[in-house]
């Protein structure tokens, strides 16, 4: 089963950025539609960022104009570039596939104080 690995998170202040990044040692990344998730103390885990196969972008309004989904196919990675960031969107983020196909990694920490 493939388990991502993420990093690149970190505390940061708000109005500060953050890029983080996902691996995926799978064959065939390149036709997994991808998704960023994020998950807060005491709340459900929730998709933030969407990526599908055929390069379609989506967000949720929560971070729509501050956070933008990439790929690099041949490096199996996925990124979530996050601007202007908010004391809300402290939490744990994780990426899998648009669909929860993979298990969960160990996701990356992000901080954001106000």
């Known amino acids: 089963q493939v388990q991502p690995v993420e990093s690149g998170g970190g505390l940061v202040q708000a109005g500060g950025s953050l890029r983080l990044s996902c691996v995926a040692s799978?064959?065939?990344?390149?036709?997994?539609?991808m998704g960023w998730y994020r998950q807060a103390p005491g709340k459900q885990r929730e998709l933030v960022a969407q990526?599908?196969?055929?390069?379609?972008?989506n967000y949720d309004d929560s971070v729509k104009g501050r956070f933008t989904i990439s790929r690099d196919n041949g490096q199996k990675t996925v990124y979530l570039q996050m601007n202007r960031l908010e004391p809300e969107d402290t939490a744990v983020y994780y990426c899998?596939?648009?669909?929860?196909?993979?298990?969960w990694g160990q996701g990356t920490q992000v901080t954001v104080s106000s």
């Open positions: 899998n596939t648009d669909s929860k196909g993979w298990n």
């Open positions: 990526l599908t196969a055929g390069g379609r972008r």
């Open positions: 799978v064959t065939m990344f390149s036709r997994y539609g």
